[in-house]
């Protein structure tokens, strides 16, 4: 009984008599729970193997940064790594987020189509380069490049304690939120240029007509107009970031201490860099449940940071469609 | 024949009309402010780039930036009024904005080739590692069996998420059930789940417990979780193309629900779903710490999916850079430019495919 209300329910569109459709409007809705079924199972497997390492290190495993293996009981804790990753998105925003805005403003209103799409393609193609491949890239140029600069902001700036050094620059947040800046950039431009892009013609002609000049344009309408659109796309490229392994694990140096604001020394965390820098040579199963309750953390995350740019960039797109 | 209502050079010379804007005519002398506002600073930063020691970086961000915004700043007063100084001055910072971005992009590209090629070879993309060791020179070994597995494990992750990406995108757009927005919701959700979250997901359900071990059906099964969203999400946009009226037409054919979809619609978007599948095939190539946590690494050719650890491109990168040897590092350069040319033949394909009409 209950089977054939459930379908009738289900199948508001057409009555399905035939059973052939039945057993087809079956199969294509299991299909399509799938991505529940994967985001459920990460959450189940990883919270499995989490809940053990959180009751035998307790509060500790996320506030504090001992790290030991063989130590009697062995402590683990990854606040350097979760501070970390935080401070790397920080830094890869305040970079990442005024390009990318100017780059959709040069793209959207003052480069002529042909350049507008030309650049559009590239920047796409920027966001399709392999993570792997960027980190080789920041490895071998970036580095070098970003030590110089860090030396000159150390040497002018060095009094603010944001750019104190502790003598060598390699391997510092700073480089990897360039780096990670580097792979937001793209993200973050297509989902800016885009929301620009659908500022109505009639208000920015309006605006012409009143005098308006480019800057009070933006400012009183093409920036409120897609606000909404714009806080979305910044924060799935946060998401992006916050996610980000391999391309921090080259240029990035590991230490468990907390690297509380100073960008320029050499040592930063990274939750994720971390489950692929220790997983290797985890020693014994109890390093690869805390690695992996670590992978829960990262999860959590992203999720929700994910989930809330979502919801942003959805009530926009309502609004204005 | 004196009375011609409709005339029409006069309707092109209107047209003309409200196609122009006055206030923003290039004049000659606003052409002469825009050339000086772009050479003076110019040569102002490069005479004290050769005449001092400082550094260029210094230079560029401290002397060139400022005189840069000030002279666009003072060519747009003199032109156009003091109200358009500050437009002046977001264009030179957008433009700026710009070349970097360009200029990071090239530098990429541009190292991968320059390191690339030298080592680039027949044997190099087509031998593999075995009984090569780090120190052996470059005219030996290659990437052949790291090829295979990119390969092997991309396909095999396809087969198992175009067709449940393609069903997910049926089921908002033909089935249209209660549960859409929700699937939509997960779907968007998933789209975000960082890579190595993937990996490490696989790795606690099918190798911790013994079920798979390190192979490449286990990567492809990560690489297929990152893939499902990209093609939902595609193949979603191009169902919803599809005219209204070949299902309905189909319908008053007298075919079944499930036959509108396999043999109407579905046939209908076909390069549409084509798109959406090497979108997904794009957007997984590449990826590596999925890899690291479940494929493994071997030196040898590898065709067995299921028993054996394989080596892929972005793994035997991974593995590759961390060596000291002068020559692996070089290896891993050659790998970086075949993974790069792999993803930019997906990336042209899917931008000439979407360029055209869809439904074509």
Redesign the interface.
Known sequence: MSVATEEK???T??A?S?R??R???R???G??????V??A??TV??GF?AFPVLQDQGISFVTTTAWDSFGTPPVYGIAGMLWGSLLLSVIALVIAV??SL??S???VF??PKPVSKI?T??????A??????????A???LQP?SV??AT?LNKYLGWIPLFDSNGNFIGSPFTAGIVLA?MM?PIV?SVTREVLGRTPPDLINAS?ALGC???TM?RYVALPYGRGGIVGGIM?GL?RA?????AVF?VLKLVYDVNWFHILYSGGGSV?TL??AK??DASGSLE?QV??AA?FF??AM??I???I??LIVARTGRVKS | MTTIIFDETRVTTLQQQTAQ?PWAAKTGKWKAAVVLAVIIPLAITLALMFATDL?K??IMVVIYLPIQLIAGALAATATRGR??A??AM??V??????I???V??V??VW??IA?GIPVLSGAFVSQNMTYISPATPLGYGGIGHAVIGTVLIVLISAVIAV??GV??A???T??????VP??R?????????????AG??IL??FI?TGVLQTSAFAGALAYA?LM??TV?RTAEEVLKLVPEDLRTGA?ALGS???RV?LQVVLPAAKTGIITAAILGL?RV?????PL??TVGFTDKTVVNPLTEPISAL?SF??TY?SSPYPDAVAR??GA?LV??IL??V??VVT?ILTSRRPGR
């Open positions: 329910r289900d199948l569109a057409a399905l035939h052939g459709d057993v087809f409007n199969i294509i809705t299909c399509a729970f799938t991505a529940l994967v985001l199972g990460i497997f990883l193997q005024p390009v100017l780059l403003i040069f793209l003052l480069a650049f393609n590239l920047i796409d193609l920027m399709a380069i392999p993570s792997v491949i960027i980190g080789l890239w490895l071998y140029i490049t110089e600069w000159l580097i950039i431009t012409e000049s480019m800057w933006l799935l998401g916050l996610g980000e392994t391999i080259f994720a489950i692929v997983f290797g690869q690695l992996l992978g990262l999860f992203t999720l940071v994910n989930v740019a979502n | 804007k550094p970086a210094l109200k358009n500050l437009d977001i264009i910072v957008a433009i700026g904005a710009t970097l971005s360009l990071v992009l530098s990429v190292a991968i390191k067709p449940l069903a997910t049926v089921y908002i033909e089935v249209r059930g209660k549960a929700y699937v919701f997960f779907v968007q959700a998933m789209s975000g789940v960082p890579s190595v979250v490490l997901f606690t359900v911790l979780i499902l969203p939902a319908l079944t629900r499930a979809v794009a190539v590449g990826e590596t710490a690291l946590l972005p990168i991974f850079v891993a350069w970086a993974l790069m993803v930019t997906l990336f931008r």
